[in-house]
Structures are given as structure tokens and as C-alpha cells.
């Protein structure tokens, strides 16, 4: 069993001019970078006297800091909860009153968020003398990390995981994905968000350089690709989209391996990325927040639409009914998942806690099938599902149908209350560039895929989605457009 932080200073004491991180302001070594965790630990101690299983609330920008405090704040037995900027006022209110943190830092850029509380600024922290003596210890089964999940369809919740679910599988993410310390590691997204947040741990463990950027630009990041001897790239599939915009028929054919999760990836984008980075290997994961890693494939597998690919090792798969019970291969019910690596649960909510285990196995809500060959298939979302005059109705489903055709940019199905359907299925689309929409054709390419009572009797043309944080469609904030009299 290992503890987040443990790595870190065998590497720097092994290796301590190899640089750790590296931004377009400048490089940091692991001795510094671990020398800035020890001294922010000082610091933290001299603050809250016993860090042991204190909660640590902090905003700061996406920057080394931001790690260095994350890492200072859990190795020394602290739980740290990241807050994301991008939040609204109230909703950060909401979580610092469902977390409770003993001590909130902030950069003092973010400053008049936290007028009417208490909180201190990470200069005033690091103003501080740090306290002598034992600084605190974490255990494997601690908690160390309190994440909040980006609400697409609903109040984020947060989720806690311990060192052990987080640490003990850096190896198994290393040997699936042939990371090696020798890498440079790309993570362009916000570290508040636990799929760059992992690779970015999970990368300084190995040993290997993290390059971080401020925010995600796509022109910076192609640039970097470009110009840097970048090996892999962490992403979700949104910002794959926006490279493709900007790259002007380049390629980028130093990349080693590029890994994306966090959204369902459209077929025909996985194959341009194929393309893009002709000397990659182009993982897609499945996994959750409260999960970690279920499953890989490399997106050249020759496998069925939906298909999540290989369990990662010591993951076990099984599709159960709304009874408990094993359902035969081609039936559809909830994917449950047996791993070393979930969450110990859902903070101060225990009944949405027992939602997600069944003794030994976990689900997120997923539903899919077991085809005869053996692939678990996606179908959708329990609580996406729609019902339409008595039938379910996957939107997942329905939206790969529509993508199908070559107008589309994106699309995303929803259902909505009706007096005689209960709920009748709506299309919102987006055009994909240079193309115009006609609908009734795009009805008729649907019906070479779907039986009629599954295609969207209303249809919705978007300039483009609402996306969270995180880069996926906030499905929740797509509303049917008032009509005017």
C-alpha cells in the first residue's frame, strides 16, 4: 500500500535536478518541487496545529503552486478539497458549506470571493514561519482527496477517496498506457478535475515532467505539440475537436500516446485522431470519479460501437438487474464494477452512497449489455433514460444514430415532459462547419437506424453547447426555447 507523496522523495533525492514541472514560465526541479511541499507543510502545521484528517479548502489558479499545496496538504495526512474558479459565487458558497474545511487558502486574485469569510491568501500562508518538529503522517487508508463532481445533471456532490485507491494504481496506469519516466507529459485541462488531476499526480510519481499550462488554448497547446518534444497528451474529447480546428492540416508525429476520457469520443473523431498523431498509440478509458479506471481500449481495436474495451487488471465487470441478479449475455441492465480503486463515498450523503455499492461491486448508473463475444456495450445513463409512450429509449443511442450523418457537429437527445407521450424525445444539434442542417434528411438518414418511436419528434439547431468545466455538454442547462405568441 503507498501514500501520495511517498515517491517524491526518493526521486528527489535520486534525481534532484530532473525536472519535475515545466511551464511557459520556466522549469522546476523535484528537489525544488519537493522542498516547496515540505515548506508549505511548516507552514500548515504552524496553521492548524494538527493536520491529521483536517480538511484544507483552496482556490488557486491552475499553476505548480496549485500541486505543490495539493501534495502538501495530503501527504501529511490533510484532506485537501480543490474549488473550481469557474464556479458561481452561491455554488461555491454551497460547497464550502456541505465541506466544512478547517482552513480555506485562496490567491489573492480570487480574493473578493472570500471577503465575508474565513480564509487566508496562499502569500499570507507562505508569509508564515513554519512550525518545528513533526509536520504529520498519512496511512494508505486515509482520505486525502475531496472532489466535487461537475453537476451535468444535477447539484455536484462530493466524493472521497483515500491515498491507497489513488496511489496503488499509478503502476497499473503506467504499465496499461507504457508511461515511462523518461516521458514529457501534457495535462492541458484544470487540475480541479480529477482526470487531469490524476494524470498530473500520477505523472510526478513516475518521475517523469509534467507540462501544465495556465488554461486550455487550443492554438498553445498545438503550438507545444509542435514545438515541444511532448510524448503524451492527456485530454477529453471536446479538446481533441478544437486541435482539429486549429492545426491546419498538420500533424504532430512526435507523440507517443494520447489518452482521453471523461466523454463519450464520436467514432469518426477517434479515426482523425489516428490521423493527427500518426505515431501514437490513442487509448480511450472508461472510469469514473468514484471508480477510477474500468476499462481501456486503443481506438484502432476493431470492436462494436459502444464497446468500453479491456477491464484494467484486478477490475471485474458484471451486468446486474434492478433486482440483484446476474442478467443473460444481450440483456440490458446496470454495469457494476469489483476494483481495489473506488471512493469510500459520497460526502454527508449516505443514501446516494448505498446507491452506488452492492456489497463488493459499484456502479455510477451506467446501463449496458454483454454481447455474445464477451464486450460490455454502453447503452446509456439510468438517469438520462427516457420513457416515450411506455418504451425505454437510450438518448446515447439515438445520438450516435444522428452523428452519423455528416451535417452534425454534436448532438445531444433529451426527454421532456408531454401530456401524451409522458416524455417525447428532443434533438438539440449543433452543424458541423460549412454544412447546413436540413432536418427532414437528417430524419430520413435515422430511419436506416432507428425503428420510428425512437427518433426525436422535435428537433432544436444550436450555435453550440453549454459545456462544464470539465468539457462535457451541461446536458442539464438545454431547455426547449419559449415560443413567442
Known sequence: ??????????????????????????????????????????????????????????????????????????????????????????????????????????????????????????????????????????????PFYIGYTSGTTGRPKGFIRSHA????????????????????????????????????VQ??????????????????VWGLLQKSDITVLYIVPTMFEALNRVRKGETAPTLQALISSGAKWAEPSKQEAVQVFPNASVHEFYGASELSFVSYRNVEEALPDGAIGTPFPEVELAIFSNEGKRVQKGEVGSLFVKSPWTFDGYLNLPEETEKVFAGDWATVGDLAFENEAGHFILVGRKQNMIISGGLNIYPEEVEQAIRKHTAIEEVVVKGVADDYWREKVVAFVTAAKDESLMIEE????????????????????????????????????????LRSE
Not at 519535475?20 to 511541499?37: L, N, P, W
Not at 430520413?444 to 468545466?469: G, M, N, V
Request: hydrophobic share 40%.
Open 165 to 200: 485507491s489513488w496511489a496503488d494504481c499509478f503502476s497499473v496506469g503506467q504499465e496499461v498506457f507504457s508511461l515511462y519516466e523518461a516521458d514529457r507529459i501534457l495535462c492541458p485541462g484544470p487540475l480541479v478535475h480529477s482526470h487531469f488531476l490524476y494524470a498530473a
Open 442 to 481: 437528417i430524419k430520413a438518414h435515422l430511419a436506416d437506424f432507428l425503428p420510428k418511436y425512437k427518433c426525436p419528434k422535435e428537433w432544436y439547431e444550436l450555435e453550440a453547447f453549454p459545456y462544464t468545466s470539465s468539457g462535457k455538454i451541461a446536458r442539464k442547462k438545454l431547455q426547449i426555447p
Open 1 to 142: 500500500m503507498a501514500c501520495i507523496g511517498e515517491k517524491l522523495i526518493q526521486i528527489a533525492e535520486d534525481n534532484p535536478g530532473r525536472i519535475a514541472i515545466e511551464t511557459k514560465e520556466g522549469i522546476i526541479s523535484y528537489r525544488d518541487f519537493y522542498q516547496s511541499i515540505q515548506s508549505l507543510q511548516g507552514k500548515l502545521a504552524k496553521k492548524l496545529s494538527d493536520i491529521k484528517g483536517k480538511r484544507v479548502g483552496f482556490l488557486l489558479p491552475n499553476s505548480p503552486r496549485w500541486l505543490e499545496l495539493f501534495i502538501a496538504i495530503s501527504s501529511c495526512g490533510g484532506i485537501a478539497i480543490p474549488f473550481d474558479p469557474k464556479w458561481k459565487l452561491a455554488q461555491l458558497y454551497d460547497v464550502i458549506g456541505d465541506a466544512e474545511p478547517d482552513l480555506i487558502i485562496y490567491d489573492s486574485i480570487f480574493g473578493d470571493r472570500f471577503e465575508k469569510m474565513e480564509a487566508v491568501s496562499i502569500s499570507e500562508l507562505e508569509a508564515n514561519a513554519p512550525a518545528d518538529g513533526k509536520q504529520g503522517h498519512a496511512d494508505d487508508h486515509d
Open 203 to 220: 505523472s510526478l510519481h513516475i518521475g517523469a515532467t509534467l507540462y501544465l499550462t495556465d488554461t486550455f488554448e487550443a492554438g498553445e
